[in-house]
Nanobody, 116 residues
């Protein structure tokens, strides 16, 4: 089993920044691709960013490209999402995920609210 715990969410004004952290525990003796999705009120879950095992390849949704940066620290079994120039439309619950050969594991989510 893999457990993922997100932290770093909160309330911020438009133009502000936040850094989300996802800490993995449990059976993490191998590193796998990880990333973030988000879900706004009344909407489906949408892809935000992903990162490969080495951290050398990243992918972003068009809506966050140029503002968000995903990174990882394999020694700490953690992945991060630096979010800059936040907009009210970024308001959502942000979920971390980890892809293993057996399944995609999800965290419980962390709320990000951007006030206008």
């Amino acid at each position: 089993q893999v457990q993922l715990v997100e932290s770093g969410g909160g309330l911020v004004q438009t133009g502000g920044f936040l850094r989300l952290t996802c800490a993995a525990s449990g059976r993490t003796f191998n590193n796998y691709p990880m990333g973030w999705f988000r879900q706004a009120p009344g909407k489906g879950r949408e892809f935000v960013a992903s990162i490969n095992v080495s951290g050398g390849r990243t992918s972003y949704a068009d809506s966050v490209s140029g503002r968000f940066t995903i990174s990882r620290d394999n020694a700490k079994n953690a992945v991060y999402l630096q979010m800059n120039m936040l907009k009210p439309e970024d308001t959502a619950v942000y979920y971390c995920y980890k892809d293993t050969p057996q399944a995609r594991y999800w965290g419980q989510g962390t709320q990000v609210t951007v006030s206008s």
